[in-house]
């Protein structure tokens, strides 16, 4: 049960294209033997879902984008995207780039 | 001469990191657990290797956030000498200690084997007392050895002759056949600027007595203690 | 009139006669809790209902017997007031629906078993057994189920030391996934599971309880069928991390003497390890569940009772030394939880916030479950089935064929693939590496190393059960005496069929016979165990295979040997009869495809003489290396001498093998499976002495070749030289003949 107040951040971590990913291609090549050819190119990576009681949409963008920054992602290797959803709608409300900027 | 080994909660190679230093070499050995906050009077600091907060996240992502890691930041910024092993290595990169990032092992498998690594570097406190190219009987350990960094960095890395070890044959070959994992110009531990902080993927302190498979992994703690012998306690090599 | 359906009973694995006797142990009907209890205790798995019957017969004492069976797991005197404390156990029927998460909490399982005695585990094995290769459903599972045990065991750090695999189309359905571990604690430290002490604390402490593996006891009593998927959410996920910290912060507790008893939390969870440690200690056990740290909300005091969540446990600590053994806990981040005490009468009682919601004898749950005499019958022309005779077999390849076909085959091939997956060296006491049949660690601070292996046999137990399970012990034995051990203690895990049917209840009666008989002639008592029943997939069941663990003693660790020819210019002796027994062998089923003939037979005062003869010229350093005949025969065993040395090779000359006529006296020379049968190499200087040394001790010996060359070259007496192949040939196809399934090579 969600409460009032809470917030959802959707954060998506990935690979940055430049790193091989082995578990990418070993996912890819399963597919493919599964007849799913037109699988081109496939990347794996990790999907964090926060509560986070902050009062405000951009409040929790913002401290979303910290923990992403600080802990969730490691920037030698990894790029992350933020979504953050109302407590009582499911689709994503706001989506920040990987710069930062709001969309 | 003072050892100080750092236990992270899940960290399991701290046992034979204390036993090599204090039966095999005979030294004083402080086991620091990761919550502590002080250094003082050690004279080389060892992170070893296992599986500190399960890898979970990332390896290393959660234990750089130990209070202990504040001392070892001031210990190696003091010019203090810093080995991490494995999981260690992998603590010092999430820490900005050491450079790159370590994916899964190209096959996506976990290695316990014996390899060779060649010692292109002597003028760090725990190679000098190896000859250039010498070639080292060491195992690893590892899951997620996969050496990676920009090019950008390898580059830099490589001017600066911040490479120290690297996968190699018996014959000193870093060829691909000798890459066990897939590591960026088969590196398979560097140092940071200062040359003070080393970090490497096998495991030179399971390679302590003959009988267990290879006694050539002592040369690089042996080094340590006679680069302090010689230059005196926390001064940069 | 009953206050359950029939169905209800059905779901809780519950007969008729059962629930009855539940009614008049309790003097009234259960409650749902309550026969829930009942349900998971009772089970096979738990109560061993159809099993104790015949394990009384097994024999557990000896003179190094510090704990026999009865607790966590069994312990015996290894010197200097120390002891190995040590059990295999399985998870077969989990490891089938989730190989990985299967295998990885089997090893979880079985480590908690160890620490709860208070003894730091030092060392793994496995013995692994799947269904034909070339299914890629059963390469799945060996893929996930190594991993399994690589992950877990990696990331906990206890070295895996060893193991063996095998395959055969009759597990297919059915892996078997058996996990042994081995610790060291001093012997007047040992912590055994038992409550005492009115008043005194109960105390949880790990992971938090959530709705997982509710009735896994109950499904590792059921056979398969296709109401499989149904059963999908009794397997839980291990977290090694987890146990980790558990298994340091429990010693810790454990080191001071706050604690009364220990124990983990396995099957059936809280109620056995409440209960059991209440029958043991002949106290009541009262707990509020509502204390239970939770991890999924509205959960009743059933699924608490029956949560087979991992990675907790139970302590029962003197009153007034809780906040000590909270403090400790604390530093390890962990949240030790005082749920309840220890009270003056013989219950089990669990309260929900105050309010009582199940209360049942705890004797009845344990020492008063039924114990079955199920009927056992052999089937009738059982023996006829397996008789074979030569001319029942395909034309002969040539010698040579069958002896590449052999090194290619996944029961024989080199295991590296897999065991390069297992960390085997962490904590720095393996002195044997992983790949030989035998582990071996040593005991710092003493100058005394421990061998360990698991071993077993399904298809002579198919052919003849009791033999099959005496050679099992038997070449467990052997492979530690193969390193200089003495053979000191065993355990065993026991895998059958469904007990219900009278022809597998013989198969196991017979093997629980035939281990007796071999443990009491080789005074390797039985410590502890495990059995596993109903391994059955829609009505057709697995080979019989009891597993046993057998662990030595080496006084002297620098004396350790191993199997590999160390160098060139050595006499190679063998030691042992040969009289050519293809029954049941690797040769008649890779070559032939044929389970026939009749188990090897074996002398049991032969075997044990054999084993005294390795330990004195192994600890008198006059052998360089040893290892025992077994799977694939003699030639098989001469070529793993020579794998892993250099391409050291080796010529032999043998005598053809003593058999009576009707059977192809090559193959059954070189690859016949008969026992208590060694190959040995030795300084030329000292090959005199250890002949001398057999002929004392009885054991047939004899020098047959020196190492050297480079190749593998076997002449048999009046029929020359039958097989001649570069070492490096022969290395390839070995080291090949499993990876190759797994998309890489070994290299």
Redesign the interface.
């Known amino acids: 049960m969600i409460q009032e107040g809470e917030l959802k951040a959707r954060v998506f971590v990935t690979l940055k294209p ?3 990913d ?2 990418g291609r ?1 996912i890819m090549e399963a597919l493919h033997s599964l007849g799913y050819d037109q699988a081109a190119d496939v990347r794996q990576g990790k999907y964090f879902l926060l509560d986070l009681n902050v009062p405000s949409v951009a409040d929790a963008e913002k401290m979303a984008a910290e923990i992403a920054d600080r ?2 992602a ?1 920037p ?2 990894e790029s992350f995207k933020i979504e953050v959803a109302d407590a009582t709608i499911e689709v994503a409300d706001a989506t920040i780039d990987v710069d930062g900027a709001a969309k | 001469m003072t050892f100080a080994v750092v236990v992270f909660p899940g960290s399991n190679c701290d046992h034979e990191a204390q036993y090599m230093a204090e039966t095999v070499l005979g030294q004083q050995v402080r086991m620091v657990w990761h919550k502590e906050t002080s250094l003082s009077d050690v004279d080389v600091v060892i992170l070893p290797g296992g599986f500190s907060h399960g890898d979970y996240l990332r390896t290393g992502a959660i234990a750089r956030f130990s209070p202990i890691m504040g001392a070892v930041k001031a210990f190696a910024e003091r010019g203090g000498p810093v080995i991490g092993i494995c999981n260690g290595f992998q603590i010092l990169q999430e820490s900005g200690l050491l450079p790159g990032a370590m994916l899964r092992n190209r096959d996506l498998r976990f290695h316990c084997e014996y390899i060779s690594i060649r010692v292109d570097q002597t003028d760090t406190p725990f190679t000098t007392l190896c000859t250039p190219g010498q070639v080292l009987r060491v195992p690893i350990s590892h899951g997620e050895g996969n050496f990676f960094a920009e090019t950008s960095v390898i580059d830099q890395l490589e001017k600066d002759r911040r490479v120290i070890f690297r996968y190699s044959n018996v014959h000193g070959e870093a060829i691909e056949a000798a890459n066990p994992n897939g590591s960026v110009a088969n590196i398979a531990g560097v140092c940071n600027e200062r040359r003070n902080v080393v970090g490497l993927m096998p495991h030179p302190e399971r390679a302590s007595e003959r009988r267990l498979g290879s006694d050539d992994g002592l040369i690089l703690f042996r080094s340590a203690m006679d680069a302090l012998a010689t230059r005196g306690a926390l001064q940069a090599v | 009139m009953a206050a359950f359906d029939d169905a209800t009973l059905e779901r809780h694995g519950v007969t008729h006669e059962e629930y009855n006797r539940i009614v008049e142990l309790m003097g009234r009907e259960p409650n749902l809790t309550e026969l829930g209890l009942f349900s998971v205790m009772w089970s096979e798995h738990c109560s061993y209902k159809s099993s104790r019957v015949h394990l009384r017969t097994l024999p557990t004492e000896g003179k190094r017997v510090v704990q026999g069976p009865g607790e966590n797991a069994g312990a015996v005197d290894i010197g200097d007031g120390l002891a190995a404390v040590f059990k295999i156990e399985s998870h077969n029927h989990p490891s089938f629906i989730e190989p990985y998460q299967g295998a990885a909490t089997g090893v979880g399982g079985i480590i908690r078993d160890i620490f709860t005695m208070g003894a730091r585990p030092i060392a793994l094995l496995n013995s692994l057994r799947f269904g034909n290769i070339d299914s890629a459903q059963t390469r799945r599972i060996v893929d996930g189920v190594v991993r399994g045990i690589g992950g877990y065991g990696n990331s906990i750090g206890i070295p895996t030391v060893g193991g063996e695999v095998m395959f055969d189309a009759r597990y297919s359905g059915n892996p078997l996934v058996n996990v042994f571990c081995l610790g060291i604690a001093r012997q007047d430290e040992i912590v055994k599971g038992i409550a005492s002490g009115v008043g005194n604390a109960i105390y949880y402490v790990g992971a938090k309880t959530g709705r997982d593996g509710i009735h896994g006891a109950t499904m590792a009593s059921a056979e398969f069928d296709d109401k499989l998927d149904e059963r999908r959410p009794a397997v839980q996920v291990g977290d090694p991390f987890m146990e980790k910290l558990l298994l340091e912060a429990c010693l810790e507790v454990m080191q001071t003497d706050a604690c009364v008893g220990v124990q983990d939390m396995g099957a059936a969870g809280l109620t056995c390890s409440t209960c059991e440690t209440g029958a043991r200690g002949g106290v009541g056990v009262e707990i509020d569940v509502a204390k239970v740290p939770q991890r999924e909300t509205g959960m009743t005091p059933y699924e608490i009772m029956l949560s087979e969540s991992q990675e907790r446990m139970l302590l029962i600590v003197k009153r007034g030394r809780e906040k000590e053994v909270e403090d400790i806990f604390e530093k390890w981040d962990l949240h030790a939880v005082h749920i309840g005490e220890v009270t003056a009468d013989d219950k089990l009682r669990v309260k929900h916030n105050g309010v009582v919601v199940a209360e049942v004898p705890n004797l009845g749950l344990t020492d008063e479950a039924p114990v079955y005499h199920r009927p056992y019958a052999e089937p009738p022309n059982r023996a006829a089935a397996f008789v074979f005779a030569q001319a029942d077999l395909k034309p002969l390849p040539s010698a040579g064929d069958a002896f590449m076909a052999l090194l290619d085959a996944p029961g024989i091939a080199s295991k590296r693939w897999i065991y390069r997956q297992y960390d085997h060296m962490v904590r720095g006491n393996t002195i044997a590496l992983a790949g030989l049949t035998a582990g071996v660690v040593r005991v710092k601070g003493t100058p005394r190393a421990l061998a360990m292996s698991a071993d077993g046999n399904g298809r002579y137990c198919e052919l003849n059960p009791r033999q099959g399970a005496k050679l099992a012990v038997a070449e467990a034995a052997r492979n530690v005496a193969c390193t200089g051990a003495l053979p000191i203690g065993a355990t065993n895990c026991l895998n059958f069929g469904n007990p219900q049917k009278p022809e597998i209840m013989w198969q196991f009666a017979e093997a629980v016979a035939g281990i007796g008989e071999a443990c009491r002639a080789l005074d390797t008592p039985i410590t502890g165990g495990n059995v596993s029943l109903y391994n059955e997939t829609d009505g057709r069941a697995i080979l019989p295979t009891p597993v046993i663990g057998v662990v030595g003693v080496i006084e002297d660790a620098e004396r350790v040997v191993g199997r590999v020819f160390p160098s060139a210019g050595l006499d190679v002796l063998s030691f042992g009869n040969n009289l050519g027994e293809l029954g049941g062998s690797e040769y008649l089923n890779t070559v032939h495809g044929l389970l026939r003939g009749e188990a090897p037979s074996l002398d049991l005062a032969q075997e044990k003489a054999l084993h005294q003869l390795l330990v004195e010229v192994i600890g008198a350093g006059c052998a360089k290396s040893a290892h025992d005949c077994s799977d694939g025969g003699f030639a098989v065993t001469l070529a793993e001498c020579c794998f892993d040395s250099g391409a050291t090779g080796v010529s032999v000359s043998v005598p053809a093998a003593s058999t009576d006529g009707g059977v192809d006296l090559i193959a059954a020379t070189l690859f016949g499976e008969s026992a208590s049968r060694a190959v040995v190499s030795v300084n030329p200087s000292d090959t005199a002495k250890v002949l001398e040394a057999a002929r004392r001790l009885g054991v047939p010996a004899a020098k047959i070749g020196v190492t050297g060359g480079r190749t593998i070259t076997i002449a048999i007496d009046g029929h020359g030289v039958v097989i001649e192949c570069p070492v490096l040939d022969a290395e390839a196809r070995w080291s090949n003949g499993l990876s190759k399934w797994f998309g890489g090579s070994a290299a």
């Open positions: 430049s790193v091989f082995p578990q070993a802990v969730l490691n030698v290797i």
